[in-house]
């Protein structure tokens, strides 16, 4: 063996590759992100960079296309990689049909659903106005006695015929 003048001498050395577990002591947001997740035991995989230690999340293993009601899979879902709606799924977006009803008013703007509670706002009786010969038809309360969502926006859904009960008469003839 060559030797130096001057060297310094090591022995009783033990040299070993640095774990992934030492890397993200250093690196505390590495793979903490949207892309990539921390590779299993950590303690007992050799690496120091990203690609050594961290996997790529795919969209399968995340499954963000929830709800299914506001989502569906991309074609390349089980390809593609992310963790979020927007990496990985189309949006369903509401369709004016949904609420074409007496009941239901569209929520307004791009509102992501395929169902009516999601899409749709309740009309409410309180903000139609009764045709001639009928009258606001009388409020329900629940257990509570608070009133109650009475939903529509026609005659037969709020009203109902003008009766005597409400007509006030002050007259003294």
């Given at each position: 063996?060559?030797?130096?003048?001057?060297?310094?001498?090591?022995?009783n050395i033990c040299l070993r590759p640095m774990t992934c577990e030492h890397f993200f002591t250093k690196n505390p947001t590495m793979c903490k992100d949207d892309l990539w997740k921390r590779k299993l035991h950590p303690e007992s995989v050799t690496g120091h960079t990203r690609n050594g230690c961290c996997e790529k999340i795919r969209c399968a293993d995340a499954e963000p296309c929830t709800?299914?009601?506001?989502?569906?899979?991309r074609p390349d879902y089980s390809e593609v990689f992310g963790s979020k709606?927007?990496?990985c799924c189309l949006p369903k977006l509401c369709q004016s049909s949904y609420c074409n009803s007496s009941l239901?008013?569209?929520?307004?703007?791009?509102?992501l659903g395929s169902t009516k509670e999601e899409c749709c706002s309740p009309k409410d009786c309180d903000d139609y106005t009764c045709s001639a010969k009928f009258?606001?038809?009388?409020?329900?309360?629940?257990?509570?006695?608070r009133p109650m969502l009475q939903q529509g926006s026609t005659d037969k859904e709020c009203c109902e015929p003008m009766t005597c009960k409400h007509v006030k008469c002050d007259a003294t003839d």
């Open positions: 063996p060559m030797t130096v003048q001057n060297a310094v001498k090591l022995s709800p299914a009601t506001k989502y569906d899979k709606p927007e990496q239901w008013d569209a929520k307004p703007g791009h509102v009258a606001k038809k009388q409020k329900r309360l629940n257990e509570e006695g």
